[in-house]
């Protein structure tokens, strides 16, 4: 099995896991070896449930303004950890590829391997809901038409990426792509780069 195609097995498994609570604050279930790379990409798509998750309960109109600003602070948090997954999984990918030496004519991409596997774990979680939408019982046959015509180009989007990352992981190993991991330096979480934290300072 090739890697984007594991991805998105654990994904997938991910995903199942934290509906089985379907609640931001469960426990994560994680079934792989601490430090191994596929506890990372479960660890990766669970970020990413709970997000899904609080970005829909932030959305409700009648939220308590206080609460809305709790979860505000909670979701920069977990914007921040799936940055610092993602830049975990391009350096195993740099790491996995050290030896390898570039050929002459190799060209970068315009986005690295685990960047591509960040929309892959977030389409594992619109497919999962977009199939929830299908089966619901109490939608007009319009809705279900319309979601059933997505979820379609859900499932070919996800088939056309995993194939793109690994051939994309494929030729980063034949060195007929080349890599760089750019950190992503978000400033606004950073007190010494954010004018209205360290201008609190003052």
Same mark, same amino acid.
């Given at each position: ?15 199942? %896991?934290?509906?089985? +609570? ?7 279930? !994680? ?30 109109? %009648? ?43 190799? +060209? ?43 979820? !379609? ?13 690994? +051939? ?20 606004? !979480?950073?007190?010494?780069? !954010? ?8």
């Amino acid at each position: 099995m090739k890697f984007a195609e594991l991805s998105d097995r654990i994904f997938n498994e991910a995903t199942a %896991a934290y509906h089985v +609570t379907d609640h931001v604050d469960a426990p994560q279930p !994680n079934p792989y070896e601490p430090g191994s790379v596929e506890h990372t990409l479960f660890a990766k798509n669970w970020i990413d449930a709970v997000q899904w998750h609080l970005e829909d309960i932030i959305r409700d109109p %009648a939220i308590d303004p206080v609460d809305a600003l709790a979860l505000k602070r909670r979701i920069d948090k977990s914007n921040q950890d799936r940055t610092d997954m993602v830049e975990q999984l391009d350096t195993y990918f740099l790491e996995t590829n050290s030896s390898v030496t570039p050929l002459a004519d190799a +060209t970068i991409n315009t986005e690295s391997p685990a960047w591509a596997l960040d929309r892959l774990s977030i389409l594992a979680l619109k497919i999962f809901h977009m199939l929830q939408e299908v089966k619901r019982t109490d939608a007009s046959a319009e809705h279900l038409e319309r979601c059933s015509s997505k979820l !379609n180009i859900l499932q070919q989007q996800r088939e056309d990426l995993i194939q793109a990352i690994d +051939t994309l992981l494929d030729d980063i190993a034949a060195g007929r792509k080349y890599m760089k991991v750019y950190r992503q330096m978000k400033m606004y !979480n950073d007190p010494d780069t !954010n004018p209205v934290l360290y201008g609190a300072k003052k």
